[in-house]
């Protein structure tokens, strides 16, 4: 062990034979001989200046470690490869002037995809157009269709107001006939019958209506015709007595609202024969007491009553309208059937002419007695 340790002092001393004549010794200082010393170059600033010689610079003092960069590598210039021949499917196209810029040489597919390009741009602007024209049209569509709406809006108004008009012309003139009319009713002397009912003409009849205490103290001869009774058009009148006018026309009730036996018929309840009834259907201010009477159906019934009290009952069989060259009173004035009794009931009807002042129908019910 002591041996060994010798051994190894030994090797790391360097008095040790191992490493003699080969550490250099630094503790001595050889200058270096005067001949080999670089003489001091001393420069004028004069020379400096006559001569331009460069000045020398100043030695830059060498930055720590720490502050100095890393120097920048450059990245390595990479060769391009050698032009390889393409195939002949990549056949090359001379050089073309396009304006100022000059066409490279293209392969013939990439030429066809430019062409495909191109032909789908050109399919795309068609349908933006397309889109666009779709999307106008739609835009405008409902302002057409609104255009649209408005002029039959302005052209339905315009049709209302002429018509308006008109009914407002017509109106006025009707209003303005009816006064002329009731100016003369005005001036025409008017009569009262026993009860104090106002009464005119067959042609010119009253329109004040019959108080109630009228219709019931109206009285009549026994055999005669009282009241008449139409429950279906709510009809409820005193029977007056009439014959034929100054013109020998029958002669119409001279109220409207009265109802008129014509006394050259038949009495209701004979035996045989055709009795007639007659009342107006409007007045110049009011309807009249048959205004409804066209509405009577076959089947509805009515009654008369005589001044004794007695009630005859009749039955409607039809309704007829007639013109006046059509009317023919013989024929009305008799029985349907020979040797029975029946009864008609007589009213204006058709259009009203202002020129004669009557009206241009005539509309008769039919209705046989009911024993």
């Given amino acids: 062990m002591g041996a060994q340790s010798q051994s190894n002092s030994n090797r790391l001393s360097l008095n040790s034979s191992v490493f003699a004549g080969r550490v250099k010794k630094f503790d001595t200082y050889e200058p270096r001989p005067a001949q080999q010393q670089r003489p001091i170059q001393r420069?004028?600033?004069?020379?400096?200046?006559?001569?331009?010689?460069?000045?020398?610079?100043?030695?830059?003092?060498a930055k720590p470690v720490a502050q100095m960069r890393p120097a920048v590598l450059k990245k390595p210039v990479l060769k391009q490869p050698a032009a390889v021949e393409k195939p002949s499917l990549y056949r090359a196209i001379?050089?073309?002037?396009?304006?100022?810029?000059?066409?490279?040489?293209?392969?013939?597919?990439?030429?066809?995809?430019?062409?495909?390009g191109q032909s789908n741009a050109k399919q795309k602007s068609v349908l933006a157009d397309q889109f666009e024209e779709s999307l106008y049209m739609n835009a405008n569509k409902p302002k057409q269709e609104k255009s649209k709406l408005v002029t039959a809006m302005n052209t339905v108004a315009v049709i209302v107001f002429i018509f308006a008009s008109a009914v407002s012309v017509q109106t006025l003139l009707t209003n303005r006939q009816t006064q002329d009319v009731l100016a003369d009713k005005a001036e025409q002397v008017q009569t009262a019958d026993a009860q104090g009912v106002s009464e005119g003409t067959g042609r010119d009849p009253a329109e004040e209506p019959v108080p109630d205490n009228a219709i019931i103290n109206y009285q009549v001869a026994p055999e005669l015709p009282r009241y008449l009774s139409?429950?279906?058009i709510g009809v409820f009148a005193r029977i007056k007595h009439t014959g034929r006018d100054d013109s020998g026309a029958v002669d119409a009730p001279r109220n409207i609202h009265d109802v008129s036996w014509y006394t050259e018929s038949a009495k209701p309840g004979n035996a045989i024969g055709a009795s007639l009834l007659l009342g107006h259907v409007q007045g110049w201010s009011a309807p009249g007491v048959f205004k409804e009477i066209d509405k009577l159906q076959p089947g509805a019934r009515f009654t008369v009553e005589k001044g004794s009290g007695e009630t005859i009952t009749y039955e409607v069989t039809r309704g007829q309208e007639y013109s006046l060259e059509e009317l023919n009173m013989g024929k009305i004035l008799s029985a349907e059937e020979s040797g029975e009794h029946d009864m008609k009931l007589m009213t204006c009807a058709g259009a009203f002419d202002a020129s004669t002042e009557s009206y241009m129908s005539r509309y008769v019910v039919y209705a046989k007695v009911v024993r």
Avoid: F, W
């Fill in 43 to 61: 420069t004028s600033i004069q020379q400096v200046a006559q001569k331009k010689i460069v000045a020398p610079q100043p030695l830059a003092i």
């Fill in 230 to 232: 139409i429950p279906d």
């Fill in 94 to 116: 001379p050089k073309q002037n396009v304006g100022d810029q000059e066409q490279s040489m293209r392969p013939t597919h990439t030429l066809a995809m430019q062409a495909v």
